[in-house]
């Protein structure tokens, strides 16, 4: 006997009910339809120990986020990632010119907005942009 009350599809139409997640059996998502389930592992695309040993010395060297896209307006934010300018996906090299110090909000605004996470696409003054 079920515990919770059963709840329809989310499914848009589907007029089966679920009493466990929110889809039918017929309608569940696909597992590799995530990002994350697909992507290779980061060594596996390059970031090995030479790369950390390079990432680790550059946020040494620039431990402040270096709002590219003046979203800070003045204010000195931590770094959190150190980004490829141009990313390795569009030949961007491990070298230091090709680094920036980012903060969080930073790194999400360029990564929806470069297209480096799909095939194609991007802003492509951000995809040309250095630094």
Not at 23 to 44: G, I, M
Not at 113 to 125: F, T
């Amino acid at each position: 006997m079920p515990n919770r009350a059963p709840r329809p599809c989310a499914e848009r139409g589907c007029p089966n009910l679920v009493y466990s997640g929110s889809r039918c059996d017929r309608h569940l998502l696909p597992k590799d339809r995530t990002r994350e389930t697909v992507r290779a592992s980061a060594s596996s695309r390059g970031y090995g120990p030479d790369w950390k040993q390079k990432r680790d010395a550059y946020a040494r060297a620039h431990p402040w986020c270096e709002d590219p896209y003046g979203i800070h307006q003045g204010q000195k934010i931590r770094m959190k990632i150190v980004d490829h300018i141009i990313p390795r996906s569009q030949g961007g090299r491990d070298e230091e010119n090709n680094f920036q110090s980012l903060c969080d909000t930073c790194h999400n605004y360029k990564t929806a907005h470069d297209g480096s996470r799909q095939q194609g696409g991007g802003d492509p003054k951000l995809q040309s942009w250095e630094g």
